[in-house]
């Protein structure tokens, strides 16, 4: 079984590509620069190759005369995914990762718009998405993402190919970009006495392991299918407990301060993980076609804690 992997050095591309070179596929991942190809895959027999998303030549030379699995992690627009359709055609499975930014509230209310939305329980495939942009929006803006996100979904749907859609909520791993535990693990490590979470440390964001979204990726990967499909963790945990678990980790000897939504400085105790209501995905699609996941959030983003620590103390 051969598997491609465009942006394989990230935290779910690299999650992937480890997990299906343990399982005895040959893995290759696409990416801009060698010097992001983690050392860890490597040893592993993965194989990177330095070529652009934009360079559809250069990935069908790569694709060949066809391959097992072609997982698309650098789609932002729909006419990136119109480019690749050929390409997908050679795949007996295709997966596109896209995100949870998609969905709308029944008031139209998205998670980057300016009033928060507020979902009736955990969110499911069906539930309603933005409309999609055209090319000519900015698909790396804060109101050009989902909307792009939604065109790149529609193309890939719309083309009749084997190709299962995955949104993630909020991805935490080793090789994340943006590793949301950074500046927590940066404070514990100086020694800050105090750190300060706004409304107490309540509020619910849905965490989608790498590691995990992985496990869904292999299990898509033998029974292909145009679908759509939510990756998040089985667990919900709220910040207070994921902070409270990040120290617990790094032998942290600080408190933290739960602030009040009345608190005077509402800039104070901002965190990744804030939401003005919980936003929960529902997994139970995933789980009917036989997806397991590999652990809870709270314990696989210590992962992503001991990655971000071990490249601290390098440093």
Do not use: C
Request: hydrophobic share 45%; charged share 20%.
């Amino acid at each position: 079984m051969r598997a491609i992997i465009l942006g394989g050095t990230g935290a779910i591309g690299g999650a992937t590509a480890s997990r299906l070179a343990a399982a005895g596929w040959t893995v290759d991942v696409v990416g801009r620069d060698p010097a992001a190809m983690p050392a860890e895959l490597a040893s592993i027999n993965v194989r990177f190759h330095a070529v652009e998303r934009s360079d559809t030549r250069g990935i069908q030379q790569l694709v060949g005369d066809g391959v097992d699995l072609l997982v698309d992690l650098l789609a932002y627009r729909g006419a990136d995914v119109r480019e690749l359709l050929p390409v997908m055609a050679s795949a007996a499975t295709a997966v596109l990762v896209s995100s949870r930014a998609v969905y709308v509230d029944s008031f139209g209310r998205h998670v980057n718009g300016g009033a928060p939305p507020r979902f009736d329980g955990a969110i499911k495939e069906d539930t309603p998405t933005l409309p999609p942009a055209g090319n000519d929006v900015d698909p790396f803006s804060r109101e050009g993402y989902a909307r792009s996100k939604v065109a790149a979904e529609q193309v890939a749907l719309d083309s009749g190919l084997p190709v299962t859609i995955i949104r993630p909520s909020k991805v935490h791993g080793r090789w994340a970009r943006n590793a949301r535990t950074r500046s927590f693990v940066e404070r514990m490590l100086r020694g800050e006495r105090a750190i300060a979470l706004a409304d107490r440390g309540t509020s619910i964001d849905h965490l989608s392991a790498a590691v995990n979204t992985a496990a869904l990726i292999e299990t898509i990967a033998v029974q292909p299918a145009p679908r759509i499909l939510n990756s998040a963790d089985p667990d919900t945990p709220n910040a207070e407990q994921i902070v409270r678990a990040i120290g617990t980790r790094l032998d942290w000897g600080g408190r933290l301060e739960l602030l009040d939504n009345g608190d005077p400085h509402p800039e104070r105790g901002q965190h990744p993980w804030r939401s003005a209501h919980p936003m929960v995905l529902d997994t139970t699609a995933s789980e009917l076609l036989g997806y397991v996941p590999v652990g809870s959030g709270l314990d696989l983003i210590m992962e992503e804690v001991d990655w971000v620590a071990t490249h601290l103390n390098a440093r």
